[in-house]
């Protein structure tokens, strides 16, 4: 059973255009990260989320924690070919729980 | 500041043997996860140590077990291994205290002829 789910799982878009990816848990967390993961490399830290409600932005990406700290979402603004790569959601509670992924392709 | 570095980054088995992993964290660091990533079960926990004691296991077999050093260097050890343990074997480093996220590794490639 996996505690965080992720969508979409895959999403290829165009160069340019806005997705959205979401993390969604009935778990409470004390904090929540977002990484990013390219093929034959592991995972890279892209932000950590702590305050319910909290919205952070990291140039044309925003990731935001939910109210309840049992959800996330991540924007991207004006993808483009470089943000491809697989999005990986973690929640911390006793240990970290990552989420089932979601691989995005933006084609120029 | 080094990052967390695994080694080696791929190795080849046969069904049976034994393999041991080593990951030496980021410095300053004292929590150590160990996590299987395959195509079909995305990232799997295996377990944590923090000051060299196991502070978390996740849901496998005993086959698979791992240590801690006194540097916080860590090593993961699968006795005989099966064909289903091909996967990308990923290490992650924090500070060990709450809201410290962890940082990884880039693996080490096993794969089981």
């Known amino acids: 059973t996996q505690l965080l789910e992720q969508s979409p799982q895959f999403l290829s878009i165009q160069e340019g255009e806005n997705l959205t990816v979401y993390c969604n848990s009935s778990s409470v967390f004390s904090s929540l990260q977002w990484y990013r993961q390219e093929p034959g490399e592991g995972p890279v830290l892209l932000v950590t989320?702590?305050?319910?409600?909290e919205v952070k932005k990291l140039k044309r990406l925003t990731f935001q924690f939910g109210d309840a700290r049992k959800d996330s979402s991540l924007h991207i603004t004006a993808a483009q070919p470089g943000d491809t790569g697989l999005y990986l959601c973690a929640g911390e509670g006793n240990q970290f729980y990552f989420g089932t992924g979601t691989s995005l392709t933006v084609i120029p | 500041k080094a990052g967390v570095t695994q080694t080696p980054r791929y190795l080849i088995k046969t069904r049976g043997q034994q393999v041991t992993l080593s990951c030496s964290p980021i410095s300053g660091h004292r929590s150590v996860s160990w996590y299987q990533q395959t195509p079909g079960q995305g990232l799997q926990f295996l377990f944590e140590?923090?000051?060299?004691?196991?502070?978390n296991k996740g849901n496998f077999p005993g086959r698979f077990s791992g240590r801690q050093f006194s540097n916080s260097r860590s090593e993961m050890n699968v006795s005989t291994l099966e064909l289903g343990d091909s996967a990308l074997y990923l290490c992650a480093s924090s500070p060990g205290t709450r809201n410290q996220p962890q940082h990884f590794g880039d693996g080490t490639r096993l794969s089981i002829l």
């Open positions: 989320v702590v305050t319910g409600g």
């Open positions: 140590y923090f000051s060299e004691t196991q502070r």
